[in-house]
């Protein structure tokens, strides 16, 4: 187990995805700057309801039990002078303990699952890898950049994941999935609803 930072969003990040975010509070550029300086990440967690801005010194946000442990893989100023990070999931981890430090930086003692092992595409699972590649047509997609492994059944699965409109506690239960057959089932029962056949 360790201690790490954490970043409690209402939306969710997986391994594989990808997110920007805009940075502007002192305890989180703090936390950036730390990352960027020692070559470490932090953790993205789901708040599940209310504010992230702590009431009282020892508040602590409504947050998932479990998250996704991110590296920060790009960063810029915006044009609103803002700092801009595009961060990545890497992997998953438990939350065992949760506090929040006197600057408002929230901390918790996780533990970090295994990454993921390359799991092979299944030909009955291709339908996954075209409604992804439809998606990073979209020009938003395409600023993204991704470099999708379609031969990593887990990386395609996650991929759709965060880049599908999904609501975000689906996506936070999708994240919670210890095997990709069931990660695989849950996604085509989704798409089916999103494409109007179930």
């Known amino acids: 187990m360790t201690d790490i930072p954490l970043f409690p969003l209402s939306t969710v990040l997986v391994p594989h995805g990808q997110m920007g975010l805009q940075i502007f509070e002192q305890r989180y550029l703090d936390m950036v700057a730390d990352c960027m ?6 953790g993205v967690v789901w708040l599940r309801r209310g504010s992230e801005v702590a009431r009282r010194a020892l508040d602590t946000p409504d947050i998932g039990d479990y998250g996704t442990y991110a590296r ?7 044009p609103n002078g803002l700092l801009g990070i595009t961060i990545a999931g890497n992997e998953r981890f438990d939350v065992v303990d949760v ?7 929230v901390k918790a003692n996780v533990e970090l699952a295994k990454p993921l092992p390359t799991s092979p ?17 979209h020009p938003h997609v395409q600023n993204m950049g991704l470099n999708i492994d379609y031969s990593d059944a887990w990386e395609v699965a996650f991929s759709l994941v965060q880049l599908l409109p999904l609501e975000e506690s689906i996506k936070y239960e999708l994240l919670g999935m210890a095997s990709i057959d069931s990660l695989v089932r849950e996604l085509d029962i989704l798409l089916n609803q999103i494409s109007g056949e179930d």
């Open 37 to 42: 300086r020692n070559g470490t990440g932090f």
């Open 72 to 78: 920060i893989i790009d960063f810029d100023q915006l």
């Open 121 to 137: 595409m299944l030909d009955s699972w291709q339908s996954m890898v075209a409604v992804l590649k439809g998606l990073e047509e």
């Open 99 to 105: 506090w929040r430090e006197s600057n408002g930086l």
